[in-house]
């Protein structure tokens, strides 16, 4: 954790709002004037809260004010104009692109898990931010899309590993390749969506989640986010093998109590 928490006027610079309330910590995307659009600030000081993040901490929810959960990139940037106070859009090295990928990346940290609340719209990098989320509440209002391409880029803030890994290659390249909005209904059978409840119920749907969450104990929640991770990546051999690193120690720790 790093040694000074971001400050109010910092958050605010960036559209966020950050709420931590004992183990859980919430993340509001705080531009709805803008439908929540993202900035390079915004980006970046996702990252920084991951790196001040509260120890005890084990819950993250993101979620949108006002209509949208997000509508992505803020097109200005795209502008001569720009956005006050940012970088202006132009050609970037990796580094530059890692640094802002560090935003999504540490919500898939083991020791906490991440909770995408998504309303309305959540497009391009707003997808993505729900894509880098373990688990995804939506709305029935909900509509996902990938545009990235239809603005001459790739998606590039992490999302494409979660994309494949949910909906398989083939319908991965649809999605991207027409841009098309994908509604709640089809989001659920894709696997994009957990639950998928009315719009007016998304905030107490996401609430009793976080309560299930909280009575697994923190070492046992990790471990087994540790072991789900890996998987899909072991043989059968190297899982059985996770399986028994992980229970042997959370059995010395049960026992050693």
Known sequence: MADSPLTAGELERAGLRLDVDDAVATITLA??????????????TLARIGETLPDGVRVVVVRGDGPSFSAGIDLRLFSPEGVPGEDTFGPRDEEFIAGLQ??????????????????????GGGFQLALACDLRVVADDVKFA????????????????????????????????????????EAARLGLAELVVPA?????AVTDLVAAILQVKPETAAATKRLLRQAPHN???????????????????LIGS
Not at 31 to 44: D, F, V
Not at 147 to 159: Q, R, S, W
Not at 235 to 252: H, I, K, P, S, W
Request: net charge negative.
């Open 102 to 123: 560090a935003g999504y990346l540490w919500l898939r940290r083991p020791d906490i898990v991440s909770i995408a609340a998504v309303h309305g719209h959540a497009i």
């Open 146 to 185: 990938m545009k990235e391409p239809a603005l001459g880029i790739v998606p590039d803030l992490t999302g494409t590993k979660p994309l494949v890994d949910i909906v398989g290659v083939p319908r991965a390249l649809e999605i991207c390749l027409t841009t098309r909005t994908i509604f709640a209904d």
């Open 31 to 44: 531009r709805p004037e803008r439908r929540n659009a993202l900035t390079y600030s915004t980006w970046r």
């Open 200 to 204: 007016a119920e998304l905030d107490s």
């Open 235 to 253: 043989t059968l051999e190297e899982q059985a093998a996770a399986e028994r690193r992980e229970q042997v120690t959370l059995l010395g720790d």
